[in-house]
């Protein structure tokens, strides 16, 4: 059974850094979209960062291009979202999601696409 477990989430002043982490089980990294959402009260998941077959591409939504990073280790099984100069407007419960597919649709970062969840960790950036 696919499993995913998000940590690292906290308070940060604005300009900061976290480090969110999300460890899989009960799928192989290779052929796998794994990724980073996020969702503000009232407003609708939306994609963060995808990373697909264990590091063969990534990519990053507009808004936190340059700011966060995606990654891997394989030997841990999970996956970090490193995320710095973090913003007021980054403050949201996060989320990490894998699914089985192609790194073209991996890139889209659609939420409908992906059918394994973690349970959400919350990231609130202050002021």
């Known amino acids: 059974q696919v499993q995913l477990a998000e940590s690292g989430g906290g308070s940060v002043q604005a300009g900061g850094s976290l480090r969110l982490s999300c460890v899989g089980s009960g799928y192989a990294y290779s052929g796998t979209c794994e990724a980073w959402f996020r969702q503000a009260p009232g407003k609708e998941r939306e994609g963060v960062a995808s990373?697909?077959?264990?590091?063969?591409?990534?990519v990053y939504a507009d808004s936190v291009r340059g700011r966060f990073t995606i990654s891997r280790d394989n030997a841990k099984n999970t996956v970090y979202l490193q995320m710095n100069s973090l913003k007021p407007e980054d403050t949201a419960m996060y989320y990490c999601a894998a699914e089985p597919m192609s790194s073209l649709s991996c890139a889209g970062l659609r939420k409908s696409e992906f059918g394994y969840w973690g349970q959400g960790t919350q990231v609130t950036v202050s002021s």
């Open positions: 990373i697909h077959a264990g590091g063969y591409t990534t």
